[in-house]
C-alpha cells in the first residue's frame, strides 16, 4: 500500500519562502511515478500547483510559476516544492499526490498525502 507523508508546511510572512517535502513509501517496484502538488485553499476546489515527471520534466499552474520550483529525488521517493514569494492568496492545505500505471494491468493508480497547512500571513 502506498504511504506519503508531506512535511514542511507552517506559518511565513509575506514574501517569505518555505520548502515541502513529501515521500512515498510502498511503490510497486519497476513503476516510474510522475508526483504532483496541489493545494486547496478555503471554500475553494483543489487546484493542481506543479508536476514532475519521473524523468524530472515539470510543469506549474501559472499562478505560481517563477515563484514556485518542484524537484524530486527518485533514490529517495521523495517531491520537494521550493516556494518563494509567498503571498495571502498561496495560505492552503498542499498535498502531495503519486500516479503511476500499476505493473501487468495497464492500471493507473492515484495515492494522496494527508495534506500541510501553508499560512501566509503578516
Known amino acids: 500500500q502506498v504511504h506519503l507523508v508531506e512535511s514542511g508546511g507552517g506559518l511565513v510572512q509575506p514574501g517569505g519562502s518555505l520548502r515541502l517535502s513529501c515521500t512515498a513509501s510502498g511503490l510497486p517496484f519497476n513503476v516510474y511515478p510522475a508526483m504532483d502538488w496541489h493545494r486547496q485553499a478555503p471554500g475553494k476546489q483543489r487546484e493542481l500547483v506543479a508536476t514532475i515527471t519521473y524523468g524530472g520534466a515539470t510543469s506549474y499552474a501559472d499562478s505560481v510559476k517563477g515563484r514556485f520550483t518542484i524537484s524530486r529525488d527518485n533514490a529517495l521517493n521523495t517531491v520537494y516544492l521550493q516556494m518563494t514569494s509567498l503571498n495571502s492568496g498561496d495560505t492552503a492545505v498542499y498535498y502531495c499526490?503519486?500516479?503511476?500505471?500499476?505493473?501487468?494491468?495497464?492500471?493507473?493508480?492515484?495515492?494522496w498525502g494527508q495534506g500541510t497547512q501553508v499560512t501566509v500571513s503578516s
Open positions: 499526490g503519486v500516479r503511476f500505471v500499476v505493473p501487468g494491468t495497464g492500471r493507473l493508480q492515484e495515492d
